[in-house]
C-alpha cells in the first residue's frame, strides 16, 4: 500500500464518530516522512491537509498541526509557515505554496528540455 493510499485510509478511520467518541479526540495533529529526505509538502500533502482541516472543521476538532519529516533532523510544518494558524487551514498561503510547486515543476520540464 503506498503511503497517500495509507493517509487516505488513516484519515478515514480517525475521522469515524467512534473513533474519535472512543478515544475522546479533541485535536489532531499529522505526522509523515518523506523518504525522498526533502521535507517541502507536495501536491498530495496538501491535499491531504486540506481534507484533514475540512474533517477537522465537520467533527469540531483542532487542527493543530501537519508535519512532515525528512533527512539529516529537516522537517517541514505546516503550522510553523503559517499554512495552519487558529488550528484552521490558511487557503492563501496555501496558494502561495501551490504556486511555488507549479513553478518548479516547470522549471525542472524547462531544463530536461535544455
Known amino acids: 500500500m503506498n503511503n497517500l493510499n495509507y ?3 488513516s484519515i478515514s478511520i480517525a475521522f469515524s464518530d467512534g473513533w474519535i467518541g472512543l478515544y475522546k479526540l479533541t485535536q489532531w495533529e499529522h505526522k509523515h516522512f518523506h523518504p ?3 521535507p517541502k509538502p507536495s501536491k498530495d500533502d496538501i491535499e491531504v491537509t486540506k481534507r484533514i482541516d475540512e474533517g477537522c472543521r465537520l467533527m469540531g476538532l483542532d487542527f493543530v498541526d ?3 519529516v ?7 510544518s505546516f503550522k510553523g509557515h ?3 494558524s487558529d488550528s484552521r487551514l490558511n487557503l492563501r498561503a ?3 505554496i501551490v504556486r511555488d510547486i507549479k513553478e518548479n515543476e516547470q ?3 524547462k531544463r530536461k528540455n535544455r
Not at 525528512?70 to 517541514?76: I, L, P, S
Open 7 to 9: 493517509e487516505k485510509l
Open 36 to 38: 525522498s529526505g526533502d
Open 66 to 68: 501537519h508535519i512532515i
Open 70 to 76: 525528512g533527512d539529516k533532523d529537516r522537517f517541514y
Open 82 to 84: 503559517e499554512l495552519l
Open 94 to 96: 496555501v496558494g502561495e
Open 107 to 109: 522549471d525542472t520540464v
